[in-house]
């Protein structure tokens, strides 16, 4: 089992950036994948980003070009840098994680981002 805690998440005007973070509770080496996803109000959750084991990073085309996903696995971390912010950015973004290609998977608590125009 994974427990993962998320912070960073804020209130910032149009154009800002945030830098998300997420913790886990054991080494994510062995993991296959970790990633971000998001829900806003009245709307599905959304996967905003994803690295695997080997590296291999993919963010939903909303994204692309503004958002960066990185891992560090000495700290068991999970970064998410978020530049350009866009209204429709805000939403509660949640840190998830997958054990293996079949599952099971883990997911965090959830940090808020607000963005203003």
């Known amino acids: 089992q994974v427990h993962l805690v998320e912070s960073g998440g804020d209130l910032v005007q149009s154009g800002g950036s945030l830098r998300l973070s997420c913790v886990a509770s054991r080494n994510i080496y062995s993991l296959y994948a970790m990633g971000w996803d998001r829900q806003a109000p009245g709307k599905q959750r959304e996967l905003v980003a994803t690295?695997?084991?080997?590296?291999?990073?993919n963010y939903a085309d909303s994204v692309k070009g503004r958002f960066t996903i990185s891992r560090e696995t000495a700290k068991n971390s999970l970064d998410l840098q978020m530049n350009s912010l866009e209204p429709g950015d805000t939403a509660v973004y949640y840190c998830?994680?997958?054990?293996?290609?079949?599952?099971?998977?883990?997911w965090g608590q959830g940090t808020q981002v607000t963005v203003s125009s």
């Open positions: 998830n994680a997958l054990s293996t290609a079949y599952g099971p998977g883990y």
């Open positions: 690295i695997t084991d080997s590296g291999r990073v």
